[in-house]
Every structure is written in C-alpha cells, then in structure tokens.
C-alpha cells in the first residue's frame, strides 16, 4: 500500500542555520508529493509540490526534490528562521486521489 | 483556505454522547475528507467523499460515520463519543489547479471526550 515516512522530531535549530527533513514514500503508479506547514492552532497550509520525477518544488526559500530513484523528496532550506518553528508534514496523492500523511516533524527555530 | 468552515471549533462531551462536526466549502470541490489528528500519528484518514451520497471508509473509520446530502456539507458523526476519539479533526478538500491536484484544510475542530 501506499504510504509516506518522515524523520521524527523534533528538531531544534538555531537562525541561518541549515534544515534538512527526510521524508521517502512508497507508491504504486506515479504519485504527486507534497510538504504542508501547520503553524499552531491552524490547520495545514501547502509550502511547496511537485508532480513528476525530478522536479523541484520551492517555497519561501524551501526547496524539496522528487527523487523517483531513492522514492525521497526531502525538504530543505539554507538558513531557517525564527518564524519557520512549525510542523511539517510529507505528504503524497495517489492516482485515485488519496492523500497520505507522515506523522509531522516539528521544528524550533531559536534566536 | 479555498472557502472551509468547520463548526463548532471546540467541543466538549461526555463518553457515550452522540456528536456531529460540520465541514462547509464555498466552491463545490466534489472531494471531502475528515481526518483526526493525534501525535505520533500524523493525519489519518477517517472517511472521504467523492459526491453527494458517495462516501468511503478511511484507515480509522470505526465509530465514525458520514453525511453528504449536498456537496457544500460533509458531516462527521460519533455515534456514541469514547476517550479515544479526543483528537484534532480536519476537514480538507481537493481541489485541481492547473491540472495539478492539492489538498486544502479547514482550521480543525479540537474535540474533548470526559
């Protein structure tokens, strides 16, 4: 079955530093992959996607790539901030349009 | 938000009382989720629907049922509330742009069983 698996937290950073969340995922057919951001108390907003192999999804200085070879798209970003302390969330689309979640990395950031 | 409303926003009931979680959409998207959210679990998928009177079980459906009477409304039901379902609920839809397909989120309704 389908299914998405995420680096557990949480991960604690200070500013400008680099941030690397590993998300790889198992799928039959060619999924669409996503990374959603859910700052407290909000529901899950989409940062960055991408729908085929080798594309690169970015973001507010996010990027993440599909790697159909090592089924990964892991989220990344050069130097984090304080207003980037949030939960991040792997995510894929099935071809009959089913969502499935990792369980969340949560990030700080600290000044 | 792609026109989501979830009511009420907080809930608080007693174990064995029925309750019932509304997600609204402004913008007739046919496919509606409910899914809870817990720690360590991520989002997990409760039930979906794909039109008015289509729905499906998700990977946690037991104790939950579903409505969909009119596309705008897709209602989530715990019949008889237990402990176990305390948990953050979202409402999300699908929605297709420019071919690509995404997924939007209601604010979630934080839901206390005692």
């Known amino acids: 079955g389908n299914s998405v698996t995420q680096m557990e937290g949480p991960v604690t950073l200070s500013e400008e530093a680099f941030l690397t969340i590993n998300c790889t995922y198992t799928?039959?057919?060619?999924?669409?992959l996503f990374w959603y951001v859910q700052y407290p108390g909000e529901g899950l907003q989409l940062l960055l996607k991408?729908?085929?192999?080798?594309d690169k999804g970015s973001n507010k200085g996010f990027e993440a790539t599909y790697r159909k070879e090592t089924t990964s798209f892991h989220l990344e970003k050069g130097s984090v901030q304080v207003s980037d302390s949030a939960v991040y969330f792997c995510?894929?689309?099935?071809?009959?349009?089913?969502?499935?979640f990792g369980t969340g990395t949560s990030l700080t950031v600290i000044p | 938000d792609a026109g989501i409303t979830q009511s009420p926003r907080h809930k608080v009931t007693e174990t064995g009382t029925p309750v019932t979680l509304r997600c609204h959409q402004t913008?007739?998207?046919?496919?509606m989720y409910w899914y809870r959210q817990d720690p360590g679990h991520g989002l997990r998928l409760i039930h979906y629907?794909?039109?008015?009177?289509?729905?499906d079980k998700g990977e946690v459906s037991d104790g939950y049922s579903v409505s969909r009477s009119k596309t705008e409304d897709f209602l989530l039901t715990l019949e008889s509330a237990t402990s176990s379902q305390t948990s953050v609920y979202f409402c999300?839809?699908?929605?297709?742009?420019?071919?690509?397909?995404?997924?939007?989120f209601g604010q979630g309704t934080r839901l206390t069983v005692v």
């Open positions: 799928a039959t057919g060619y999924p669409s």
């Open positions: 991408a729908t085929k192999a080798d």
């Open positions: 629907s794909y039109g008015v009177k289509d729905t």
């Open positions: 995510a894929l689309l099935d071809t009959g349009n089913q969502f499935y």
């Open positions: 913008e007739n998207h046919r496919y």
């Open positions: 999300a839809i699908s929605v297709a742009l420019d071919r690509n397909t995404e997924a939007f």
